[in-house]
């Protein structure tokens, strides 16, 4: 009793230091990774933008943690905004796409409170949304809307979510969309590379890319003018459905991963202090004020 009477203090004075250092991640790893500066790798096309012959990744491209991460309090709207571009109103009008991110949701979402991450256009899009599951939980889904040439509010869609997401926890999210004419399709969201799976038979999907809609990262239009906190990272769109076991690939690749399928690759923007898109498709995104890049974003990471 003497002991622990004389010694007892300091031993919880260093138990409660250690804690505190703990928790802002003094020993977490990634703090010490190495770190891949803004462009560190990016796609080459020879032939310019939209081209396909010859591409391939320049730069250090060995899955790196990233400098940054995008970060929008929820007090924010419409984060990265990329202006409508050919390659994007194609890529979505095709039939096929998938979207591919890093995210972590730091804002605990209300009863049915909706949070867009990535989506096509305002009003009626396709992409990639969170919403309340419970008062520690949230989901991800996706909405591929179609119509038979009518007005968005007459509009069918297809949807498909994957629930049981933790709070302040980086995930790997993908949306995968594929069209089958003349009348059926499916489309897929992915978590941590494990995938939830929605199949249909309707009217054909008619994308409204065309119409001049953009493709934002991060918005508020969609869901009602929800709004949203959380950060973002490694943002890629492909002009194809990619399968399950190519994003379980792109999950271990880790939150500094390069694109994995050059070929279909429309944007790529890792949102490592900029929102350059670094594709080689030039789809550059413009950021809005109130959001901004996080250098010490790691706390919740965990390497695959």
Known sequence: ?????????AILIIAVVLGALFSLGVFNGANFAPK????????????????????NLEGVCSGELPEYVFSFPNTTTNGDVVPESKSLDSAWDGGSWTIAAWFKETTVLGPGEGRDL?????????????????????????????????????????????????????????????????????????????????????NDPTDYAAYGYVFQIHDDDCCGGFLNGGELADVQFYNTSLSAS??????????????????????????????????????????NSGDSFDSSWTSGYATP
């Open 1 to 9: 009793m003497e002991y622990l009477m004389t010694y007892g203090w």
């Open 36 to 55: 891949a500066p803004p462009g560190a790798c990016q796609v080459f096309r020879p032939n310019g933008p939209g081209s396909t012959s010859f591409i």
């Open 118 to 202: 990535i989506e096509e256009s305002y009003g009626c899009t396709s992409g990639l949304w969170t919403g309340s599951s419970s008062a520690t939980q949230y989901s991800v889904f996706t909405i591929q809307w179609y119509s038979s040439g009518g007005a968005c509010t007459n509009a069918g869609a297809v949807t498909a979510g994957y629930g049981g997401i933790q709070y302040n926890t980086w995930v790997f999210v993908a949306s995968t969309f594929h069209y089958i004419p003349p009348s059926g399709g499916w489309v897929a969201v992915c978590v941590d590379g494990a995938c939830s799976n929605s199949s249909w038979t309707s």
């Open 246 to 287: 190519t994003m379980n690939a792109m999950y271990y690749e880790g939150i500094g991963g390069a694109p994995i399928q050059l070929q279909n690759l429309v944007g790529w923007w890792p949102l490592n202090g900029n929102g350059q898109d670094y594709s080689g498709n030039n789809n550059n995104g413009a950021v």
